[in-house]
């Protein structure tokens, strides 16, 4: 766990979301409109403190929209942290979530958006212990392979990351503006956290630990930031 908290910056992530406080606004929560097309996530790398990584290939097709968002976000990647999630609810930790990365196509490359207050759109999806994810289980297969190996290793076109996205949360998410929860902890996130949570096995969440114990970050301040939802949870 990071227990690193922002140096003056005011809009760091993740943090606590306050179901009382979130401000209902169908017009600036609109549908969340989703597309992952087959074949665009490529590979999967495991890193040497134990975090893997879904890169996307590099002219990805796979977007996200929604009246929050300033255009069309194109998939870059996506990770997860375990050992507990990220982002809390009243409070509430889960036992994981899913980062999906996403680049603003107005400023051209990734590395351009991340230099932009809304460059990145990070959607978030909550994990709690249940009944096992099947599409998890197909990737974990390949994260366990990386792991050993240390090297790149690439996944099946079938493979269809919309199985890892609770549909009911497409209409039922907060958003707010905030930052990486990596280093460099860039502000340069309009993040989006899906309310209701996928469910990951015992067996799924245990081989994950085997690999590193926990890698969240702690909550970040909101400072005078809003956060917005598309209806009362």
């Known amino acids: 766990m990071s227990t690193k908290r922002s140096n003056g910056q005011n809009r760091q992530s993740p943090i606590d979301i306050s179901t009382s406080k979130a401000i209902q606004s169908p017009e600036k929560c609109s549908p969340l409109l989703i597309r992952f097309n087959h074949g665009d996530c490529v590979e999967v790398t495991v890193n040497e403190e134990g975090c893997w990584k879904v890169s996307a290939r590099l002219h990805s097709t796979s977007v996200i929209r929604g009246s ?34 996403y680049w603003n196509t107005r400023y051209f490359a990734p590395d351009e958006a991340c230099k932009k207050s809304d460059g990145l759109a990070v959607l978030g999806v909550l994990i709690e212990k249940g009944a096992p994810n099947q599409e998890f289980g197909v990737l974990l297969k390949y994260i366990e392979e990386s792991n050993k190996t240390r090297k790149a290793v690439k996944i099946p076109i079938t493979f269809d990351p919309m199985r890892l996205v609770p549909k009911s949360g497409l209409t039922r998410y907060f958003t707010y503006l905030g930052g990486l929860t990596t280093p460099p902890f860039s502000e340069c996130v309009v993040w989006t956290v899906m309310q209701t949570p996928i469910t990951f096995s015992e067996a799924q969440l245990k081989t994950l630990s085997t690999m590193t114990d926990e890698n ?15 209806k009362a949870v």
């Open 68 to 101: 929050h968002l300033t255009g069309t976000y194109r998939l870059l990647q996506f990770h997860a942290h375990w050992g507990g999630s990220e982002h809390t609810i009243d409070g509430k930790r889960f036992d994981g979530e899913i980062h999906f990365v």
């Open 216 to 230: 969240w970050r702690e909550c970040q301040r909101l400072h005078a930031r809003k956060v917005y939802s598309t």
